[in-house]
Structures are given as C-alpha cells and as structure tokens.
T-cell receptor
Framework: GAVVSQHPSWVICKSGTSVKIECRSLDFQATTMFWYRQFPKQSLMLMATSNEGSKATYEQGVEKDKFLINHASLTLSTLTVTSAHPEDSSFYIC??????????????FGNGTRLTVT | GQQVMQIPQYQHVQEGEDFTTYCNSSTTLSNIQWYKQRPGGHPVFLIQLVKSGEVKKQKRLTFQFGEAKKNSSLHITATQTTDVGTYFCAATNFGNEKLTFGTGTRLTIIP
C-alpha cells in the first residue's frame, strides 16, 4: 500500500524560530500533496495544496509567507513554519494523492508532526 | 465554502452495541470518503462512495451514500474496543475538487 513518511514526529521550539517538516511518499510518486492542521479534538483543516514543480495553493486565511511550502520532487514536500509563535502549536499532517487532485483518490496520510512552540 | 457536518460529535457505547455516525452536506457531493483516526494517530482511509444510494460493507462496517448524494452514514455492528477513534467523512463536490473533512464523531467504547 501507499506509504507516506513525515518527519519529525514531534518538535518543540522557541518562539521566533523556524521549523521545517518533511513529507515523503515512499512507494509512489505524489504529484499532489496536501498539508493539514488539526487542533486538539477538532477536524482537519486544509492549509495548502502542494503541486510538484509549481507554487502551492493556500487556503483562505493561511499566510503563505508564514507557512512556506516547497514541493521540489515527486516524492518530497516540505512545510516550514517561519517565526513560530505559541498559537502555531498544533498537529500538522501531510497527505499525498497519486492523482493531480484528491478527486476520486483516497488520501494517504503521514503520521503527523506535533509542534509545540514555547 | 463547503461545510460537511457530522453528528453526533461524541458517542459512548457499551462494547457490543451498534454505532452510527451521520454526515450531511447542503450541497450535492461528487463522492464521499470515510477515514478513521485513532487517538494520537493519523487518519486512515476506510472507503469511498461515488454512486447515488451506494452501500458498501467492510466486515462489521456498513457505509451508505444518500440518494441525493448530500448525506452519508457509517454504521458499526457490535462494536469492539478496537473501534475506538474519531470517524471523519470527507467529501468533494462538483466544481471543487478539494477534499473537505467533516467535523468528526469521536467513538469511545465502554468495556
């Protein structure tokens, strides 16, 4: 089955620093990757859609300069939380789709990254 | 934007009892997917429904897509402790291929 690896699993950083999260599709090429954020006991909120070789598409209300997304290859997308603040503390989950969009294609999720900003 | 509501938000059942979660949308959906997220884990794909009125079964789980393609349900027969987790529906609607997750139903089992 499709495997998506996300690293790190958890990170604690100081306010003002930047954190990079990696998402890799291990056994398939992912033309599209999605980044979600999930607050405790809440649903998954789509932050951005990452397309290989092009700029990410951000959802309304998500600051593209704060959440930098790079999808440099068909197997790797990175999310960098810049100048992190305590309110950025959350569970960040990436997912990958084999097709250019998630339409009619199940998402394969990474294990998630729990970010705590102190 | 598209909203997908799920009820109930929480459900506590005795082990062995049945469980149902409902997913509702105000707009017609292209398809609907169901995911399960264990506590502390990530969502895992369960199934996808595409056709109006479609019913699919996976062992003790029964998934149904409404005739109008605006609602869906997941029914678990004779729950077990391994069924603990949050069940999310996720949907796309015509003209918008982004997957929107429902609010989720958290299931806890009383042994």
């Amino acid at each position: 089955g499709a495997v998506v690896s996300q690293h790190p699993s958890w990170v604690i950083c100081k306010s003002g620093t930047s954190v990079k999260i990696e998402c890799r599709s291990l056994d398939f090429q992912a033309t599209t990757m999605f980044w979600y954020r999930q607050f405790p006991k809440q649903s998954l909120m789509l932050m951005a859609t990452s397309n290989e070789g092009s700029k990410a598409t951000y959802e309304q209300g998500v600051e593209k300069d704060k959440f930098l997304i790079n999808h440099a290859s068909l197997t790797l997308s990175t999310l960098t939380v810049t100048s992190a603040h305590p309110e950025d503390s959350s569970f960040y989950i990436c997912s990958a789709s084999r097709t250019p969009s998630s339409y009619n294609s199940p998402l394969h999720f990474g294990n998630g990254t729990r970010l705590t900003v102190t | 934007g598209q909203q997908v509501m799920q009820i109930p938000q929480y459900q506590h059942v005795q082990e062995g009892e049945d469980f149902t979660t409902y997913c509702n949308s105000s707009t017609t959906l292209s398809n609907i997917q169901w995911y399960k997220q264990r506590p502390g884990g990530h969502p895992v794909f369960l199934i996808q429904l595409v056709k109006s009125g479609e019913v699919k079964k996976q062992k003790r789980l029964t998934f149904q897509f409404g005739e109008a393609k605006k609602n869906s349900s997941l029914h678990i027969t004779a729950t077990q402790t391994t069924d603990v987790g949050t069940y999310f529906c996720a949907a796309t609607n015509f003209g918008n291929e982004k997957l929107t997750f429902g609010t989720g139903t958290r299931l806890t089992i009383i042994p």
